[in-house]
């Protein structure tokens, strides 16, 4: 194994906090080739797809990249902007805002990296980035509200793979989610009532989440309860009696079942039984993304008004929002406690160069 060296470390120099953002991923363009590149990524993670190897990836290349590219580009240059990837965008203007916070609130030095899970800027990019600014610590932050092994945990593995060709690692820490914390539930309610305040309220509020395969829920793993959890958070905030709102999954993939009930299949049942106007929030996603602006804002919307539907309206992610950048440098500085650049004790210049002193003398070469 080739490890990555630390032969420009030097004595004197600073450390600091380092934070690293990650979420899904996007495509470098809305090109064919580029989605192609991106699915077979995210595809190949053993994390989101748990079948067996060998027919999944004989499915994956004999089937799949030769068939869903073309259908996903046509998706994704129906929300790309001037900025590329609407995701990516805000993403990096998440990272600053939280950059600019946390130089404001700190004691000591921090850098904060963004990174996606698939496509770029990588894990590997974004931890080279930390290393980079002699980050000794690491908080890792996976922009997932409700943990699942196919999101979070599938962070944790890049970035754990990545740390094996490390030859000095940092000190790490992780955050799994935050699906039930006070001010994420409160910047929803915020979300869901500026709405409101702005086109009134729809006969039914429906909370869409992204789906996963029964089986995984049947394995174990907890993503169904937290995504209703915070669903029952938000609608006990608002007062909302049981018939006026309801809970859904999106985003499936293949022919086996995934979490129910499904949201297509929802929108266009609430339309045929009469249901005139809906409004849907997607609380899963921190930035709006593919999965938000087209098949939520988009493609449900004709599903639903298709079948006889009157007023669809999308809720739009927290993404920038003040009240949600608020919430992430609450929940980096409290899972950093004890770390010297949150108690303010990191080493100022003058120790910095005590260190480098100590370590000529002892034939150092920096």
Known sequence: MTFVNTLDYRHDAPEC??????????????????????LAEFLSDRRVVEMARLPWMLLLHGIILRTRPARSAAAYQSVWTEAGSPLLDISRRQAAELQSLLDARLGGPVKVALAMRYGNPSVPAGLAELKAANARRVLVFPLYPQYSASTTAS????????????????????????????????ALVASIRAH?????????????????????????????CLCQKTAR??????????????????????????????????????????VKSVQ??????????????????????HLFLGAGGESYTYIPCLNDNPDHLELFADLTLRHCAGWPEIAGVAADDAELAARAERARVMGAAA
């Open 17 to 38: 906090l380092g934070v690293l953002l990650v979420n899904l991923g996007t495509p470098d363009t809305p090109s064919v080739s580029d989605v192609r590149r991106y």
């Open 155 to 186: 962070v944790f593995d890049a970035v754990t793979r990545e740390l094996t060709r490390w030859r000095w690692l940092p000190e790490l820490r992780f955050i799994n989610g935050y699906h039930d914390e006070p001010a994420y539930i409160e």
């Open 196 to 224: 409101w305040a702005t086109h009134g309220q729809a006969e039914r509020l429906l909370f869409s989440f992204h789906g996963i395969p029964k089986d995984y829920f049947d394995k174990g793993d907890p993503y169904h």
């Open 233 to 274: 958070l938000v609608v006990e905030r608002l007062d909302l009696p049981p018939d006026r709102w309801a809970l859904t999954f999106q985003s499936r993939l293949g022919k086996s079942e995934w979490l129910k009930p499904y949201t297509d299949v929802t929108l266009q049942a609430l339309g045929a039984e009469g």
């Open 280 to 301: 849907v929030i997607s609380p899963g996603f921190s930035a709006d993304c593919l999965e938000t602006l087209e098949e939520i804002s988009i493609e449900n919307r």
